[in-house]
C-alpha cells in the first residue's frame, strides 16, 4: 500500500496550495480519505475528510478556506488550500482508511510553510 503525497511548499500569507494525495494498493473508492496536520510541538490533527460516500467534515479552523475532494477515477485525494495563514504551517499527512475499527495507511507527509 502506498500513499504519496505532494504539492507542499512556502507560500505567502493569504496564498494558495492544493496537496494531492495519489494511492495504490487498496481499494480507493471504498475507503475514507483525511488530510491531518503537525505542526512542530502539537500533536497531529484531523484537518479535512471525506467519506467514501463523499460526505466531508472540517476542522473549525479551517471551514470556509480548505475544500477536501477526491477522484475515484485516479485514486486521489486533494486539499484544497486558500486564504492559507501562518498558523496552517505544519506538515500535510494523508490517511486512507475502510472503517473506524481498523488504524488505516498513512502517506509520507508533505511540508506546508505559510511565511511572508
Known amino acids: 500500500v502506498q500513499l504519496q503525497a505532494s504539492g507542499g511548499g512556502l507560500v505567502e500569507p493569504g496564498g494558495s496550495l492544493r496537496l494531492s494525495c495519489a494511492v495504490s494498493?487498496?481499494?480507493?473508492?471504498?475507503?475514507?480519505m483525511a488530510w491531518y496536520r503537525q505542526a512542530p510541538g502539537n500533536e497531529r490533527e484531523l484537518v479535512a475528510s471525506?467519506?467514501?460516500?463523499?460526505?466531508?467534515r472540517y476542522v473549525d479552523s479551517v471551514k470556509g478556506r480548505f475544500t477536501i475532494s477526491r477522484d475515484n477515477t485516479k485514486n486521489t485525494v486533494y486539499l484544497h488550500m486558500n486564504s492559507l495563514k501562518p498558523e496552517d504551517t505544519a506538515v500535510y499527512y494523508c490517511r486512507a482508511r475502510l472503517n473506524s475499527k481498523v488504524p488505516g495507511y498513512w502517506g509520507q507527509g508533505t511540508q506546508v510553510t505559510v511565511s511572508s
Open positions: 494498493g487498496i481499494v480507493f473508492r471504498n475507503n475514507d
Open positions: 471525506v467519506s467514501s460516500a463523499g460526505l466531508r
